[in-house]
């Protein structure tokens, strides 16, 4: 019924930037807040940054001043810049969506499948 589709992954240099995109499809009547967990290997998967419907923004003490969420609600999509990285931001980011569908009206969670980052020289 609902799909998020996860882009921009990579490997960077430390340093460096990326931008993740995460949009959202399907069966969809609204969207709730919108974030992006990652998780690194051996490690459990921990919240890097979200944001409500009105733009409210919440992050992770380890990324901020670093991390940019914002999104777009026209497009139902979500976007991750990620400015000055470190190798310790190297994991899989999962986008994640409470979303109201259409044929229920209930509001649950929804995942991407993931997307890599890597950072290392």
């Known amino acids: 019924q609902v799909q998020l589709v996860e882009s921009g992954g990579g490997l960077v240099q430390p340093g460096g930037s990326l931008r993740l995109s995460c949009a959202a499809s399907?069966?969809?009547?609204?969207?709730?807040?919108m974030g992006w967990y990652r998780q690194a290997p051996g490690k459990q998967r921990e919240l890097v940054a979200a944001?409500?419907?009105?733009?409210?923004?919440n992050y992770a003490d380890s990324v901020k001043g670093r991390f940019t969420i914002s999104r777009d609600n026209a497009k139902n999509t979500v976007y991750l810049q990620m400015n000055s990285l470190k190798p310790e931001d190297t994991a899989v980011y999962y986008c994640?969506?409470?979303?109201?569908?259409?044929?229920?009206?209930?509001?649950?969670?929804?995942w991407g499948q993931g997307t890599q980052v890597t950072v290392s020289s």
């Open positions: 399907g069966s969809i009547f609204s969207i709730y807040a």
């Open positions: 944001i409500t419907g009105g733009g409210r923004t």
């Open positions: 994640n969506a409470e979303i109201v569908v259409t044929t229920t009206f209930r509001r649950s969670d929804y």
